[in-house]
């Protein structure tokens, strides 16, 4: 596994945000849990109004998989540790 992983939420073809697939567990699994907490917090505030915009929609899109991809990497490095 490469040390430095792209998030995958950002498609460009030189990325600039990048996840240290060797920073400690509990670093890459707190901060995939804010970015799954803050976008299950937008969509709450979202479902309490009518109507949902496309702009924030794709901010959550992407907040979830940056979590996701962060996420992705705790399992492989608990995967490599068994």
Do not use: K, W
């Not at 240290?20 to 907490?37: F, K, N, Q, S, W």
């Not at 959550?60 to 490599?80: A, E, I, P, Y």
């Amino acid at each position: 596994m490469d040390r430095f992983m792209p998030m995958t939420g950002i498609d460009c073809t030189i990325p600039s945000l990048l996840i240290d697939t060797e920073a400690p567990l509990d670093v890459l699994h707190e901060t995939a849990a804010y970015r799954i907490r803050t976008a299950t917090q937008l969509l709450e505030n979202l479902a309490a109004n009518e109507g949902v915009y496309s702009e924030l929609a794709r901010v959550l899109v992407t907040s979830l998989r940056d979590g996701c991809d962060l996420l992705d990497v705790v399992g492989r490095r608990l995967q490599m540790q068994v």
